[in-house]
């Protein structure tokens, strides 16, 4: 009988990021330890709806692909809110062409923990912590106070002015009033305020979704980005009657997209509209007598959130625990190039932003932000992990805001690179945060007895799963861009097997071979790569791998993070199979 734990991943929800958790979703199924727990792919829909689906179907490029039914969906991409109400079994043949339903107060019968890779609104708030608290369901991540205060940003803001003295002014703008207001008025009053220019926020969204800098002295691009934090959408009689009946369904299709549009339902004259052809109807008639009409997304924003800009480097750092819930900072990484913001599509859809560990600044700044980081955690009320994001200023002064209590979880995010500069791996790293919840769970004075009888069953099957004997393969790569993705893909692929045990191998242009410590196989490019092998390891960076030295032999045993080197013999003998990036075929050493 298996003694692997059953974690279901929970992913999809009803917020603004359900594509990006969609695809964390598939990160924790393809790199949880297969050698210690089950895993159980649980897609929440945006209606709320639970299903357990077909593990192919987290391979699709987005959630539109394979739910609802196509057919349902007039010639559209939609999500399953845009069909209205639909009865009980319009609702069970949906979803049970993808997987079956699991009622949230059955989870328990089905899964041992939960691993929420939700983001935003309904999963970083602390609702689904607060649900899985009352169904006694441990969860992975912080708790529902920690998600709660994560998510609020004039709230964070506060907190964060009596944690470090960090003066960033800011002022909060009700719907009523920006409705009412004289915009010319506000908008001078703003600026003489909070300077210019301005920073405009949804206050309750996660990944930068709703946040966008008026850089411009104009009314027209104040409005845009406070109407585009309202998630309002004004559209021109003039622009929208010209357009043909495809360039309207275009158009529409940009209001579906999550990432830039406002989404469905949208509000148009009070009444809720669910599907683009009820709203391509309405704005043909709406716009016959009208120079324009605004609608609303039926998920607005009731206020936005208006901050000084602040100059300086841009900087994101994890935080996580120890057993003790001692908190140590992970390396800050600095976001750099030609950005407006680190915004959703910067973070997500861009090429253009780089980013590089540490933050290019003097060791004394790095202490700093290292040192006010975990005050910050701490008073924030944080736990297990969260990623806070800032600025490092001119004046050497650390401005932080927006705690991301639950990261990115693609192979990319950036709490995963920072962990790899530490020693771990992508799946110690889900093995840390899957084990540090618990004991997380254990401190919060529910179901005490329950909850230690999993940490030790935990640790019982990671004693036994490090004593068990693995093939040893070597990922063998060339020194360019191609080879090196390869082999990040592969080892990834192979550290999270029961059966493997991977070990990157560079084979240099001058035809050494090199064995390549996990720190330096996350860098974004080949390119980055060769500089790290070149600079060496920053002092400040080796500082946190000391200071870290405990977590990583309870997560990744003892790592070794210089570059050596290996002779093909060695190499040979040393490993039971070779794996050639440049041919993608796994030899058999002989």
Not at 419 to 448: C, F, P, V, W
């Amino acid at each position: 009988m298996s003694t692997k734990l059953k974690v279901g991943i929970l992913f999809g929800g009803p917020s603004r990021e359900r594509e990006i958790s969609f695809r964390g979703g598939k990160t924790a199924f393809e790199h949880i330890d297969k050698s210690l727990y089950e895993p159980v792919l649980i897609f929440i829909d945006s209606l709320g709806n639970f299903i357990e689906i077909n593990p192919e179907l987290i391979y699709a490029d987005s959630i539109k692909d394979i739910y609802p039914s196509k057919n349902l969906n007039n010639g559209y991409r939609v999500y399953i809110e845009s069909l209205g109400d639909l009865n009980e079994t319009q609702l069970y043949k949906l979803i049970y062409k993808i997987g079956k339903q699991i009622k949230p107060e059955k989870l328990s019968e089905r899964i041992d923990i939960a691993f929420p890779v939700m983001h935003g609104p309904y999963a970083e708030d602390g609702s689904i912590q607060g649900l899985l608290d009352w169904l006694g369901v441990p969860y992975v991540g912080p708790n529902m106070l920690a998600s709660a205060i994560g998510i609020n940003k004039p709230f964070q803001n506060e907190i964060l002015k009596k944690s470090n003295g960090q003066k960033k002014k800011s002022k909060v703008i009700l719907r009523a009033e920006w409705e009412s207001a004289d915009r010319s008025a506000l908008f001078s009053s703003l600026t003489k305020e909070l300077g210019f220019p301005l920073v405009v926020k949804a206050p309750h969204q996660g990944s930068s979704i709703g946040v966008g800098i008026v850089r411009k002295r104009s009314m027209e691009d104040f409005s845009k980005k406070m109407d585009q934090c309202f998630f309002n959408q004004i559209i021109q009689a003039k622009d929208w009657n010209k357009l043909t009946k495809r360039q309207k369904k275009n158009y529409l299709d940009k209001i579906l997209d999550l990432s830039e549009g406002i989404g469905f339902p949208v509000v148009l004259n009070n009444k809720k509209l669910c599907h683009p052809t009820e709203l391509l109807e309405a704005l043909d008639t709406e716009l016959t007598n009208k120079k324009q009409t605004k609608i609303i997304s039926a998920n607005a924003e009731e206020y936005v959130l208006i901050e000084e800009f602040i100059e300086g480097q841009e900087l994101s750092m994890g935080l996580i625990q120890d057993d003790n819930y001692n908190v140590f900072a992970l390396p800050p990484t600095e976001i750099y190039g030609e950005i407006e913001s680190f915004d959703f599509k910067s973070k997500y859809q861009s090429n253009i932003t780089k980013k590089r560990i540490p933050i290019d600044t003097h060791i004394e700044n790095l202490q700093k932000v290292e040192r006010e980081g975990i005050q910050a955690f701490k008073d924030l009320g944080m736990n297990v992990v969260v990623r806070i994001d800032g600025f490092v200023t001119a004046k050497d002064e650390i401005i932080f805001h927006d705690p991301n209590t639950l990261p990115g979880m693609s192979p990319t995010s950036l709490i995963f690179k920072q962990m790899a500069e530490i020693g771990l791996d992508i799946t110690d790293s889900i093995n840390y945060l899957i084990r540090q919840s618990i004991i997380q769970r254990k401190l919060e004075g529910k179901r005490h007895f329950s909850y230690c009888q999993l940490l030790e069953k935990i640790d019982s099957n990671m004693l036994l799963s490090s004593k068990k004997e693995r093939k040893k393969i070597a990922v063998v790569f060339g020194e360019n861009e191609e080879e090196y993705l390869t082999a990040q893909q592969k080892y990834n692929e192979l550290s999270a097997s029961e059966d493997y045990d991977p070990t990157c191998v560079c084979q240099a242009k001058n035809g050494n071979h090199y064995i390549i410590p996990i720190n330096l196989m996350f860098k974004a490019n080949i390119m980055d790569f060769g500089k790290a092998i070149a600079t060496g390891q920053h002092p400040f960076v080796k500082s946190l791998i000391e200071k870290t030295a405990d977590i990583r032999r309870k997560y990744a045993g003892e790592v070794n993070f210089e570059v050596s080197k290996i002779e093909e013999a060695k190499l040979l003998s040393s490993f039971d199979f070779i794996y050639s990036c440049s041919k993608e075929e796994l030899q058999e050493t002989v």
